[in-house]
Each structure stands twice: as C-alpha cells, then as structure tokens.
C-alpha cells in the first residue's frame, strides 16, 4: 500500500509530479490556449465583479492560500485577505454580497474553515470551495469549487495536497487575468507552456533526495530552525517551518527574509541552522544580502537556489538546486526540498512520520 516507500509520507512527495499532472489534466489546455473550469466558467461575473476574494484556510492549506495571495493580486490584479478560519469567523468580519470567499482543505472536514463558509454564506458571498476530498463536507456546502485530484493524502504532513492547492489555485488565477484582458495571447501562452513543464521540473527536483540525506544528517540534532522567504517564496518558509515542527518535533520558524533583522537575528549563532530560499527570480539580491548578514552572525546556511546559481554557492553552508520557471511558479519547486528534509530529519530522529503525537489528519472540532 505504500508502494514500496517506508512511509506514506515520502510516497506523497514522491507522487507530486503525477499529482499536479491529475490537478490540471483536462483543465490545462495548452495546445488551444485554454483553461477550463466549470466552477469558474459558470461563475465568472461572480469572481469579475467580486470586491476582493477573502480565503479561508487553516495550516498548511492556509500557507497555500498564502501563496494564492500572492498570485491573484500579481497576475489578477484582483485584491485579496488571507485569514486563519479560526480567527476569521469569531471576529466578526466585514463580509457582502460583493465578496467571494475561497475555503482551502485537503479533507473538506476542517470545523473552524467549513463554520467560516456557513458564516460567509449568511452573509450573501459567494464560496468557492479548494478540496482533495470529493463529496466532503465542504466540497458540499460551497457555492461552487474545483477539486484539487491529488489522491488520497493518508500522511498527516500534508505534501502533495500542498501542491496540488497551487496549482488549481494558479490556474484559476490564470483564467481571470486572461478574462480581465490583464494578459496577452502571449504572456498567457507563456505561462500555460510552462506550468506543463512544472512536473517534470518536480521530478527533478526530487533528484537531490541524496544530498538532503546527507544535510538532513548534519542538522537532525538541532533544536531551533529558522526558514526564510521572500515573496512568493514566504508562504514557503512557513510551509517548511510547519512540516519540520509537526513531524521532527524540533522547534522552526518561518519568517519574510526582511523581517529577520526586526527579532529573529538575535537567536542567530552557530548552532542556528537557517535555511532560505534564494531562486534567481524575485528579490534575489536582496535574499543574498540577508545570507550574508547570517553568516556574519556565524548562522548555518542552507539555501535553495536555481540550477546553476554561483553566488550563494560562496555563501552557503549547502545549497539544494531547483530548476528554473517563472517567479509565481517557484513555490511548486522550492517546497519539495523542504519537505524532503523535514522526512529525512523526522525518521533520523526516530519519529513517527505518518503519524506524529498529538496530530489527527482532519480537525473536526475547533
Ligand atoms: C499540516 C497539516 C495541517 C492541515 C490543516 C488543514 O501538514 O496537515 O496543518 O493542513 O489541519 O487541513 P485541511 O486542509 O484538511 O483543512
């Protein structure tokens, strides 16, 4: 059942570059220059005359919409608010008829996100629904959705759901700008050729499971991490701050690059493993001044970076090379690392990877 892996975890990770295929198999059109959502099509004046889009979301599925965030605003120009569901339904929100709410899960059975959809739907949004679980409970209760078709994701880590959230939340983000006239033929063209590479750019980002091994050799003792991003790749960091603590037990943050020098620089020394996110596209220069200013402070680096990068190389404790793909893609890339890592640490440490304390795959109560 766990297909020759020795845990469901690393089965996952390993499914991504099919996963993602699944996500967009029917929907992607590249060839026509087409992307095809029914849930979108058949409410497209929804999302077109929509306010902002607020998402809903809790963990890692959060840090998806995070990301999501990032892409609607920069390819849709459409403005849009993340919220943990838990705080958002007992604040009461600002919500109207002119809003649409977005709710995230993997399980579709999330209590606080699918009681922030009761509440959103109260108040005349729209919901849309993100969900692995077909015919869940939230996949029922939206307005309308798009399911992610990643396969059943049986680690309670959550990797290839992960994945999968991105890439149908990218497509979708791809078909407004294209309605909203942002994009041209071109540009639109451009992305969709290149999100068809992204699983086989996956799979070879995979290919440094061996190096990870041997890194995830030198820093399974530690008992602080700290993980890095800017951009598109900050939900990241978080991602892999959240995956390193649920399964390792070990402490992590995940942190905006820049933020470092407002707090967390004072807990850098040289037992503080940091590990960033440095790919060439997006706020490049500005992520190598960040190394530097670690490794002034004596800090172990361990950086993701684009095939072929030279100047984190000199940098770097260690560097994890991903292919390049345009900056709203990278997420898809520089996520696979981290997870590796957080696997390999986790069963170092003796953990129960599939099944870490205290943790239940779907949080049915709130
Ligand atoms: C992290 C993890 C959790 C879930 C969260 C939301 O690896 O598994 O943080 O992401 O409980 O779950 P869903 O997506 O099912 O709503």
Known sequence: EKGGYDHFMLKEIYEQP??????????????????RMAGIDLNMEKFLNANRIIIVACGTSWHAGLVAEYIFEDLARIPVEVEYASEFRYRNPVITDKDVLIAISQSGETADTLAAIKLAKEKGAFVFGVCNVVGSSIARETNAGAYTHAGPEIGVASTKAFTTQI?????MALKLAK??????????????TELETIPSKVEKSLESNTLIEIISDVYKDSTNCLYL??????????EGALKLKE???IHAEGYPAAEMKHGPIALIDEH????????????????????????????????????????????ADHVIEVPETLESLTPLLTTIPLQ????????????????PRNLAKSVTVE
């Open 247 to 249: 399964i390792s037990y």
């Open 272 to 315: 503080m493993p940091v590990f960033v996110i440095a790919t060439k596209k997006g706020h490049y220069e500005k992520v190598v001044s960040n190394i530097q200013e670690i490794k002034s402070r004596k800090g172990k680096i361990i950086a993701i970076v684009t095939e072929g990068d030279e100047q984190v190389k000199e940098l």
């Open 340 to 355: 590796l890592l957080s696997y390999h640490i986790a069963v170092m440490r003796g953990c129960n990877v599939d099944q």
């Open 18 to 35: 099919r996963a993602i295929k699944d996500t967009y198999r029917g929907r992607l059109l590249a060839d026509q220059g087409l992307i």
């Open 229 to 238: 991003g800017r951009g598109y790749n900050f939900p990241v960091a978080l």
């Open 167 to 171: 890439t149908v939340l990218t497509l």
């Open 179 to 192: 309605a909203k006239g942002i994009f041209s033929e071109s540009k639109y063209h451009e992305y969709l």
